[in-house]
């Protein structure tokens, strides 16, 4: 069976996700989840007298704020989700995509610093994980191999929309759900879209309509699309929402493929 790939945005930390996805485990889904934690890394930084700063939803990354970015999300957030669903009985994994150097990356842009984008996902140790019925937690880091044979590699921040639409790619997933701090998509009058096509997407990014966080959501839906039969960006402040997604009776916004 296909696993589903959720991301879970820092915001909706602690909501009731964490209890839908044990229950979803228990009846034999495999799932994995990618998380953020955008509002966490963001106060520890301006706690440290670092600013946040972003381009079109991308955290710009210099070398300090990626120690804070690394020590954040693989370990705080990483450890405190798995805890979680340990504790409430499931059976989850933890690792980031340095672990086994399992998600490859290059520096995005340099304008950004230490921000990967994916170069190549080895799915092996996620597939050992589900095959032996754990639930695999990914902070979004990614690794970059030497460049020469007497250079260092380099530890990259991914941004985890990003990392979530390149994993389930990788993964052929039978669909790739969001769940953020919204209900789903607005449009310019702030109504909620139930369906969005890739045209109408890229429209609304190129108007603002879709900005900030938003915008890498929507990119990592239109990319998994490819291969991934369905997307969708979901309430996850919502009891229950996580499971209307996967049965398709959700509110949200599906992105869907084609034109
Ligand atoms: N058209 C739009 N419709 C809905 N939300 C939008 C739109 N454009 C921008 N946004 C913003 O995107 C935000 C969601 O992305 P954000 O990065 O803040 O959260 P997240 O990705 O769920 O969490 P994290 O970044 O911690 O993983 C919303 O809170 C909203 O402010
Ligand atoms: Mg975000």
């Known amino acids: 069976m296909k696993p589903i790939v959720i991301k879970i945005g820092g915001s909706t930390l602690g909501s009731y996700v ?13 799932l994995v989840i990618v998380h953020g934690g955008g509002k966490t890394i963001s106060n520890w930084l301006w706690e440290r007298g670092l600013g946040a700063n972003f381009s079109d939803g991308l955290r710009i990354t210099d070398a300090q704020s990626l120690e804070i970015v690394i020590a954040v999300l693989a370990g705080l957030i990483n450890k405190q989700l798995v805890a979680q669903v340990n504790s409430l009985g499931g059976r989850a994994f933890g690792l980031s995509g340095i672990d086994g150097g399992f998600i490859e990356a290059r520096i995005k842009s340099p304008h950004l610093g230490y921000v990967g984008q994916v170069v190549k996902i080895n799915t092996k140790p996620l597939e050992m994980l589900l095959d ?10 990614g690794y970059q191999p030497p460049q020469a044979s007497d250079g260092a590699g380099m530890l990259l921040n991914i941004n985890a929309d990003t990392a979530a639409g390149d994993v389930a790619l990788a993964l052929k997933a039978a669909q790739l759900i ?10 310019g009058t702030g109504n909620l879209l139930p369906s969005l096509t890739p045209t109408e997407a890229r429209s609304l990014i190129a108007r603002r309509v879709i900005s900030a966080g938003m915008i890498p959501k929507v ?3 239109l990319h998994a699309l490819s ?3 369905q997307a969708q960006i979901v309430d996850g ?23």
């Open 227 to 229: 291969v991934v039969p």
């Open 132 to 141: 032996a019925e754990y639930l695999p937690i990914i902070a979004p880091l």
């Open 237 to 259: 402040r919502l009891s229950g929402a996580l499971l209307a997604a996967i049965e398709e009776h959700g509110d949200g916004t599906k992105v869907v493929g084609g034109e």
């Open 18 to 30: 964490l209890e839908d996805v044990v229950m979803l485990q228990k009846r034999g889904l495999p």
């Open 219 to 221: 990119e990592a839906c």
């Open 178 to 187: 969001f769940l953020t701090d919204v209900a789903g998509i607005a449009d």
